[in-house]
């Protein structure tokens, strides 16, 4: 009943804002097309507003789930006209504020205390206004200044009511369409209900926030604010104020002789190094989140705030990611395809070189242009697209690095329209390949889990034993005499395997134990070399 009231409330805001003007007629489904024309709905008036402004406030009056989406579209300027995406940017910080008698009494509630023993000196007229929370600037006892966020009072049931509505949609997209089950919206949503719901939470975002400060410290790519943990709690947050240029005032960034090209190769840099480097990026990128020091115009830095949105990757996700992306930008396409189906991307009965062609076919025609002029977010677009006939499936782990790419490319296009960036990333990924897997890495990952591998030692020989005296599967018939033969022999394979591995981690073990003038990193060396033997045995 809940969600039906809220289908019924989109709907009346799409009809207040009359946003069926802004879809092309000739490509609205049948039964749209009638009720909007054949119906008293075309006699409803429209308002008089530019087309870009009813779309932000309809997205304003519908709240955060639909706000937040509105900001990821301001970023696309390459996909929205002009006016639209100018006034989606409004998005970012200048959604209306809730009263100022309400944030403070929540301030207070939060920290037991009234705001005048608290702070030196508290603006109750909010500086910015988002989807989720609003920010005030004050001064504490000690004399720094800072902003007090606060999270809106009820906010948890306007967005909890959405996402009942988004799953309703997602469960009928995946029975309904014919890519439904590929898509798996229903995990995406789950993705999306994670990541807005921690960004009620505060405490976590101060936490991420200190974090990504520690990653980038005495960096002159970024730099955090300090958070004051003595007066954060769930829904409030107080952190060192900055004074510095919005990146969006690309006109007071000329006026001050910034660098712009090197201030969009460095936002790339950032998003890969927090990416592959510290594998913990800022995932909500947003202009409304990025401003540039005011120092050192000609070596510009970042600044960043609002760490609610942080991503992730498996080691394994980062691997494949990072050789996947140095394939297309070498236009290696069979090796693109080997990796989609290696990874399992997509299914293992892939045809690799039907995959490698339609890879080819889609991305040949992009690649005659200039590298300046390819957009990436295009190129993911064409290849999703070309993807279905081969089932590939939308990867939720990779939502969010998908979402924040799209905002890196959209920002640096707009600071600098000629930013290259296949020509800017692909160095980084290329070192970054290099080094997780040279010598010094290897010892360093080993050094790392020897421990760990010392504490699992005792328990081998119990579960290789175990796995040794295991019943045969005999559920086969037999008709599968030869399918039987070549189980056998790859059991037969592994147990061998076992056992090697068994006596090269006690060689291994035992040599550490009789070297005790031996330093750390020549035992290092010495798991290595026994590790190798093992491996030479296990092939052989």
């Given at each position: 009943?809940?969600?039906?009231?809220?289908?019924?409330?989109?709907?009346?805001?799409?009809?207040?804002?009359?946003?069926?003007?802004?879809?092309?007629?000739?490509?609205?489904?049948?039964?749209?097309?009638?009720?909007?024309?054949?119906?008293?709905?075309?006699?409803?008036?429209?308002?008089?507003?530019?087309?870009?402004?009813?779309?932000?406030?309809?997205?304003?009056?519908?709240?955060?789930?639909?706000?937040?989406?509105?900001?990821?579209?301001?970023?696309?300027?390459?996909?929205?006209?002009?006016?639209?995406?100018?006034?989606?940017?409004?998005?970012?910080?200048?959604?209306?504020?809730?009263?100022?008698?309400?944030?403070?009494?929540?301030?207070?509630?939060?920290?037991?205390?009234?705001?005048?023993?608290?702070?030196?000196?508290?603006?109750?007229?909010?500086?910015?206004?988002?989807?989720?929370?609003?920010?005030?600037?004050?001064?504490?006892?000690?004399?720094?200044?800072?902003?007090?966020?606060?999270?809106?009072?009820?906010?948890?049931?306007?967005?909890?009511?959405?996402?009942?509505?988004?799953?309703?949609?997602?469960?009928?997209?995946?029975?309904?369409?014919?890519?439904?089950?590929?898509?798996?919206?229903?995990?995406?949503?789950?993705?999306?209900?994670?990541?807005?719901?921690?960004?009620?939470?505060?405490?976590?975002?101060?936490?991420?926030?200190?974090?990504?400060?520690?990653?980038?410290?005495?960096?002159?790519?970024?730099?955090?604010?300090?958070?004051?943990?003595?007066?954060?709690?769930?829904?409030?947050?107080?952190?060192?104020?900055?004074?510095?240029?919005?990146?969006?005032?690309?006109?007071?960034?000329?006026?001050?002789?910034?660098?712009?090209?090197?201030?969009?190769?460095?936002?790339?840099?950032?998003?890969?190094?927090?990416?592959?480097?510290?594998?913990?990026?800022?995932?909500?990128?947003?202009?409304?989140?990025?401003?540039?020091?005011?120092?050192?115009?000609?070596?510009?830095?970042?600044?960043?705030?609002?760490?609610?949105?942080?991503?992730?990757?498996?080691?394994?996700?980062?691997?494949?990611?990072?050789?996947?992306?140095?394939?297309?930008?070498?236009?290696?396409?069979?090796?693109?395809?080997?990796?989609?189906?290696?990874?399992?991307?997509?299914?293992?009965?892939?045809?690799?070189?039907?995959?490698?062609?339609?890879?080819?076919?889609?991305?040949?025609?992009?690649?005659?242009?200039?590298?300046?002029?390819?957009?990436?977010?295009?190129?993911?677009?064409?290849?999703?697209?070309?993807?279905?006939?081969?089932?590939?499936?939308?990867?939720?782990?990779?939502?969010?690095?998908?979402?924040?790419?799209?905002?890196?490319?959209?920002?640096?296009?707009?600071?600098?329209?000629?930013?290259?960036?296949?020509?800017?990333?692909?160095?980084?990924?290329?070192?970054?390949?290099?080094?997780?897997?040279?010598?010094?890495?290897?010892?360093?990952?080993?050094?790392?889990?020897?421990?760990?591998?010392?504490?699992?030692?005792?328990?081998?020989?119990?579960?290789?034993?175990?796995?040794?005296?295991?019943?045969?599967?005999?559920?086969?018939?037999?008709?599968?005499?030869?399918?039987?033969?070549?189980?056998?022999?790859?059991?037969?394979?592994?147990?061998?395997?076992?056992m090697l591995l068994v006596v090269g981690l006690g060689l291994g073990a035992v040599l550490l134990s009789r070297s005790d003038n031996i330093s750390f990193d020549t035992q290092s060396l010495l798991y290595f070399a026994v590790g190798a033997v093992v491996a030479l045995l296990i092939r052989g």
């Open positions: 009943m809940i969600r039906l009231r809220r289908l019924f409330a989109i709907l009346r805001v799409g009809l207040r804002y009359r946003l069926d003007k802004l879809l092309p007629e000739d490509r609205l489904p049948l039964g749209l097309w009638l009720l909007i024309n054949f119906t008293p709905l075309r006699f409803w008036p429209q308002p008089k507003m530019s087309r870009g402004e009813r779309l932000r406030r309809s997205l304003e009056d519908l709240g955060p789930v639909f706000i937040k989406f509105g900001q990821l579209l301001s970023t696309r300027r390459d996909l929205l006209a002009t006016d639209i995406a100018d006034e989606l940017a409004l998005l970012q910080d200048r959604v209306a504020p809730i009263s100022s008698t309400l944030s403070i009494a929540t301030i207070e509630a939060s920290l037991g205390a009234p705001v005048d023993e608290v702070f030196a000196s508290f603006e109750t007229e909010p500086m910015a206004s988002a989807s989720i929370a609003q920010v005030h600037a004050a001064t504490l006892k000690s004399g720094e200044d800072v902003v007090v966020k606060v999270v809106r009072p009820g906010i948890e049931k306007v967005i909890a009511s959405d996402m009942k509505l988004l799953y309703t949609l997602a469960g009928m997209a995946q029975r309904f369409l014919r890519d439904g089950k590929r898509l798996r919206p229903i995990e995406v949503v789950e993705d999306y209900e994670h990541t807005i719901f921690d960004e009620l939470d505060l405490q976590r975002e101060a936490a991420n926030t200190s974090q990504l400060r520690r990653n980038f410290e005495n960096s002159h790519l970024l730099y955090i604010p300090q958070v004051y943990w003595d007066y954060t709690r769930h829904n409030v947050m107080v952190m060192e104020r900055i004074y510095a240029i919005p990146v969006t005032d690309v006109a007071q960034l000329k006026a001050q002789g910034t660098n712009m090209k090197l201030l969009a190769e460095r936002g790339v840099e950032i998003f890969f190094t927090q990416l592959f480097r510290d594998n913990f990026f800022h995932a909500d990128m947003h202009p409304g989140n990025i401003f540039v020091s005011r120092e050192h115009p000609h070596d510009p830095q970042y600044m960043g705030i609002d760490c609610a949105i942080i991503g992730s990757l498996t080691d394994f996700d980062r691997y494949y990611l990072a050789r996947n992306l140095l394939a297309i930008f070498n236009r290696d396409y069979k090796l693109v395809a080997d990796l989609h189906i290696e990874c399992g991307w997509v299914p293992s009965h892939t045809r690799s070189h039907e995959f490698e062609s339609a890879i080819r076919s889609v991305c040949e025609p992009i690649f005659q242009k200039p590298l300046g002029e390819i957009s990436f977010g295009h190129l993911l677009i064409y290849l999703f697209s070309t993807a279905r006939r081969f089932e590939m499936e939308v990867q939720p782990s990779l939502v969010l690095l998908q979402k924040t790419l799209l905002n890196i490319e959209g920002l640096g296009r707009e600071l600098y329209p000629e930013l290259d960036l296949w020509t800017t990333a692909k160095p980084f990924l290329e070192d970054w390949i290099k080094q997780r897997y040279s010598p010094k890495s290897v010892l360093k990952e080993m050094k790392k889990r020897a421990p760990g591998w010392l504490e699992q030692l005792p328990k081998v020989p119990d579960q290789l034993l175990n796995a040794l005296t295991q019943p045969p599967f005999t559920g086969r018939s037999d008709g599968n005499k030869r399918l039987e033969a070549l189980e056998a022999q790859v059991s037969s394979n592994r147990r061998r395997q076992r």
